[in-house]
């Protein structure tokens, strides 16, 4: 069965820092594209980021851009997001989601993880 | 990276039919076919319930449907029941390869 697994969120302070973790099981990890995707405590869901099979395509939302950073390790089978100068804004549980459809960001979003709560408070 | 137009609500009785909108722009619905709506019941994560505007995933009813028409996309769920309560959203492909969510609707079966 797949299996997405995030891990690493928590409590920071405004302007710290974080990596989450997505570990991916039950299929083959470096066919797929991977995204990230968070949604704030009430309110709906909010695309953050993209990368494809080989980490060539990589694309952010305006709001996250050049603060955070998305990454994988195909031989870990394992995606990640490094989270820098986190804002109350940012508070969300976050999602990694396999992008069943190849290519294309978010097309096709067909397995998602339970998610990380994080919480950016001082 | 403005979100999709969605209703705050829709409701419906068992066994109705109901329709939510999506509504988009020329930048994202309008231009692509790659719209899709997930299903989110409380606590849980989303699950993929129409993807390429009209094209179901293996393991969902065929009593949810897609469409769309400019820039405005529709699911369609037919002979509601009681599980169908939940809340959707849509979600588009944009320009410059980001992706853009609804701000999602709230189904409440009467």
């Known amino acids: 069965d797949v299996q997405l697994v995030e891990s690493g969120g928590g409590l920071v302070k405004p302007g710290g820092s974080l990596r989450l973790s997505c570990a991916a099981s039950g299929f083959t990890f470096s066919s797929y594209s991977m995204n990230w995707v968070r949604q704030a405590p009430g309110k709906g869901l909010e695309w953050v980021s993209f990368i494809n099979t080989d980490s060539n395509y990589i694309y952010y939302a305006d709001s996250v851009k050049g603060r955070f950073t998305i990454s994988r390790d195909n031989a870990k089978n394992s995606l990640f997001l490094h989270m820098n100068s986190l804002r109350a804004e940012d508070t969300a549980v976050y999602y990694c989601?396999?992008?069943?459809?190849?290519?294309?960001?978010?097309?096709?979003?067909?397995?998602w993880g339970q998610g990380t709560l994080v919480i950016v408070s001082s | 990276q403005s979100a999709l137009t969605q209703p705050a609500s829709v409701s419906g009785s068992p066994g109705q039919s109901i329709t939510i909108s999506c509504t988009g722009t020329?930048?994202?619905?309008?231009?692509?076919?790659?719209v899709s709506w997930y299903q989110q019941h409380p606590g849980k994560a989303p699950k993929i319930m129409i993807y390429e505007v009209s094209k179901r995933p293996s393991g969902v009813s065929n009593r949810f449907s897609g469409s769309k028409s400019g820039n405005t996309a529709s699911l369609t769920i037919s002979g509601l029941q009681a599980e169908d309560e939940a809340d959707y959203y849509c979600c588009s492909y944009a320009v410059s390869s980001t992706v853009v969510f609804g701000g999602g609707t709230k189904l409440t079966v009467l």
């Open positions: 989601a396999r992008d069943g459809a190849g290519a294309v960001a978010g097309t096709l979003l067909d397995y």
């Open positions: 020329s930048s994202d619905v309008g231009n692509y076919k790659l």
